[in-house]
């Protein structure tokens, strides 16, 4: 079975922001698939997590065009070079998202690391970080 990103998500932030999103109905049309907690505070023993997006060359049609464009070489040449089975799959859990720029369909695989320390940093869009960590409880 294809590992999964499970059937828990957390909200990580302050009392007050947290409290302001749920103000909001950012739940709309899923309330009735959701339940939801009491905003808690993370538990002592938590461990520092980092949490990444983890990407792999998954299209060789796609590494096929840019070798033709880089390189100038014909479409026979790129298929010697990069056939069809070279195509990589992560073990990973993924979402399968909709680009907001060109509307193509993308698999966003996640990859969760332990961490030795909590590090602060900043969140891109899909709320994952380079540097910073997340509490794993």
């Not at 479409?75 to 979402?95: C, G, Q, S, V």
């Not at 698999?107 to 960590?133: D, K, R």
């Amino acid at each position: 079975m294809p590992p999964t990103l499970g059937d828990t998500l957390r909200l990580h932030g302050s009392a007050a922001a947290l409290d302001s999103l749920m103000a909001v109905n950012w739940l709309a049309g899923m309330r009735d698939h959701v339940t939801l907690g009491h905003i808690l505070p993370v538990p002592a023993a938590a461990s520092p997590v980092c949490v990444r997006r983890k990407q792999v060359k998954s299209n060789p049609a796609k590494e096929r065009e840019q070798l033709m464009r880089r390189k100038g070489i014909s479409e026979a040449e790129a298929l010697r070079l990069i056939p069809d089975d070279k195509a990589k799959w992560l073990d990973l859990p993924y979402l399968t998202l909709e680009s907001q720029s060109t509307g193509q369909r993308f698999l966003l695989f996640i990859a969760q690391q332990a961490a030795t320390q909590a590090a602060s940093g900043e969140f891109n869009a899909y709320a994952l970080s380079q540097t910073a960590t997340l509490p794993a409880f």
